[in-house]
């Protein structure tokens, strides 16, 4: 079995109330520093949520120890992250049984920390899959229509140095104005997903819709100093979600 199958990864997420992504990808990296996160995920508020500002989580991994019930693995990997922000343990809990599948939280809304605000910690068995689909807010916080059109963007990022690749997919980031940024490492080279939400112009057939933004998109990752492993577009919903049967 491969390890990272049976790794704890801890999920530390917080808000901060700020319009700038510098702002935001500034605490992301504090984060990976203080905690050696392997993944990051930053998304600007959704405006139906009542707040402004982004959310900002990061990852870190545990490995099982030899004989130790996944319980326990649970446990022992959120104490670094409940020490740090002083919260009690014993309100850490663990969910599910181990034939469904067990993961433990600790509730934290509104705590306040420096600078933003700490609203969850979780654990659970495994990473999070960056071609998992997600709710795509606009950049500009102006509420979501069902005619934007959705791209999903995949980078390879030539490092495998976290920190450095939040740097690296800043002005990507920008010039895409992508609202949701994942970008995880497995020791070696980063990748990077990128998401982002246009408005469709008025008039446009959803087909015209899709073909524009494709190619304004393209255009606008051609000065990128990295490989563009895929470009995906949809309408209303990323491109990777699939209607449950």
């Known amino acids: 079995m491969d390890l990272r199958e049976t790794e704890v990864v801890t999920r530390i997420s917080a808000n901060i109330e700020t319009d700038d992504f510098t702002a935001a990808a500034a605490l992301g990296e504090r984060f990976i520093e203080e905690f050696e996160a392997t993944e990051l995920e930053i998304c600007r508020a959704d405006p139906e949520g009542g707040w402004k500002g982004y959310t900002v989580s990061v990852g870190y991994r545990t490995p099982p120890a030899e004989c130790e019930e996944p319980v326990d693995t649970l446990h022992r990997a959120a104490v670094p992250a409940l020490f740090h922000f002083g919260l009690n343990a014993a309100f850490f809990e663990i969910h599910g049984t181990p034939e469904t599948g067990q993961y433990g939280s600790y509730e934290a809304p509104d705590t306040p920390a420096d600078g933003y605000t700490l609203y969850a910690l979780m654990a659970s068995v495994g990473g999070t899959d960056p071609r998992e689909p997600a709710y795509v807010p606009r950049h500009d916080f102006t509420p979501r229509e069902d005619t934007d059109v959705i791209s999903r963007v995949h980078l ?90």
């Open 156 to 245: 390879y990022v030539p490092t495998g140095d976290l920190r450095l690749a939040v740097g690296l997919c800043g002005r990507p980031a920008t010039d895409l104005s992508a609202s949701l940024v994942r970008i995880s490492t497995d020791a070696g080279p980063c990748e990077a997903v990128l998401l982002s939400a246009f408005p469709a112009v008025a008039g446009e057939s959803g087909e015209e819709a899709l073909s524009r933004v494709t190619n304004e998109v393209t255009d606008r990752l051609s000065h990128v100093s990295m490989s563009v492993r895929a470009i995906h577009t949809g309408l209303e919903d990323d491109p990777f979600y699939t209607e449950p049967c």
